[in-house]
């Protein structure tokens, strides 16, 4: 699976952006596929993720009801509509996949699972 992450950009706080993540070659649709973010100094961090095998979502303490995960089939392409952002949410964020071979629920992947497939970064700065 390849991955592209990209719609990263300098945006004030209080501004909005949406990540895109398009896979080239492999369907997304039988994969657990996460959104992680790693700011500068800090460990990377799940910050929404959608299992396949139970369908369920999980967002973040950090960015719950900020930001959506959605997606878009006939692009293969899944989306972080990220609004409201603050300072905080500055970091490289990067899409990440299964191996199509485990069936965890959402809140797992995001907090525990390696995922076995990494996009290039996008970097997210706020910024004012």
């Known amino acids: 699976v390849q991955l592209q992450a990209s719609g990263g950009g300098t945006v004030q706080p209080g501004g909005s952006l949406r990540l895109s993540c398009t896979s080239f070659?492999?369907?997304?649709?039988?994969?657990?596929i996460g959104w992680f973010r790693q700011a500068p100094g800090k460990q990377r961090e799940g910050i929404s993720c959608r299992s396949n095998s139970d369908g369920s979502t999980y967002y973040a303490d950090s960015v719950k009801g900020r930001f959506t995960f959605s997606r878009n089939r006939a692009k293969n392409t899944v989306y972080l509509q990220m609004n409201n952002l603050k300072p905080d949410d500055t970091a490289v964020y990067y899409c990440a996949t299964d191996d199509g071979r485990t069936y965890y629920d959402a809140t797992y992947y995001c907090q525990h699972y390696s995922m076995d497939n990494w996009g290039s970064g996008t970097l997210v700065t706020v910024s004012s």
């Open positions: 070659g492999d369907t997304l649709d039988y994969l657990a």
